[in-house]
Nanobody, 116 residues
């Protein structure tokens, strides 16, 4: 099965920026819609952004205008550029297929903490 590995998280100041990366283990990444999810303690795991293999994107209202999702199909890699970060963006960020994630493909996620 496809496995995803997320990286790039860290501690940032409000208003700061961060770029996350997601690497898929197989070429299936080139053929399906992918997405970024996030989960804060006590919250559900919510879909933040998606991107098709052709580059069409979707963003949740909470991040629209601040986050940009992109992908490099040749590298089986998806990115999430996060700008103007807010306290509310603090969460563990995951990547997977979207809008229906594969339960066995979740990575460990990457922690994003926005704090002053």
């Amino acid at each position: 099965q496809v496995q995803f590995v997320e990286s790039g998280g860290g501690l940032v100041q409000p208003g700061g920026s961060l770029r996350l990366s997601c690497v898929a283990s197989g070429s299936i990444f080139n053929f399906v819609t992918m997405g970024w999810y996030r989960q804060a303690p006590g919250n559900s795991r919510d879909l933040v952004a998606t991107i098709t293999r052709g580059g069409n994107t979707y963003y949740a209202d909470s991040v629209k205008g601040r986050f940009t999702v992109s992908r490099d199909n040749a590298k089986n890699t998806m990115y999430l550029q996060m700008n103007s970060l807010k306290f509310e963006d603090t969460a563990v960020y995951y990547c997977n297929f979207a809008p229906s994630p594969a339960s066995g493909s979740w990575g460990q996620g990457t922690q994003v903490t926005v704090s002053s």
